[in-house]
């Protein structure tokens, strides 16, 4: 089981991204998949994440600036982040979650938010 984030880069205070993941190696449709992140010196955090009923939870710092989606076809997760601040800055990993032992995660994506 594979997940390959893209996306991240480096975006100006106000600037938008688009994260992308997408899985390999089993069928994700019944997972829930979710972005985390962790800046320096922080703990992670979930930012966002889909039930496979599409339900959708989000960390209050990006309600509003950030959604989630899933595309099950293409066995991916998306995180659309509009309204970037300086301190969404860190490494967004790609999860997914059916059971405590089928818990994957992606190799993280930088995320810099600077002026």
Known sequence: VQLVESGGGLVQPGGSLR????A????????TLGWY???PGKQRELVADITSVNNINYAD???GRFTISRDNG???V??????LKPEDTAVYYCNAKLSRLLDYWGQ????????
Not at 78 to 83: D, P
């Open 74 to 76: 293409w066995n991916a």
């Open 61 to 63: 710092t990006v309600k």
């Open 24 to 31: 390999s190696g089993t069928i994700f449709s019944m997972y």
């Open 78 to 83: 998306y995180l659309q982040m509009n309204s």
């Open 108 to 115: 993280g994506t930088q995320v810099t938010v600077s002026s």
């Open 37 to 39: 992140r962790q800046a």
């Open 19 to 22: 994260l992308s993941c997408v």
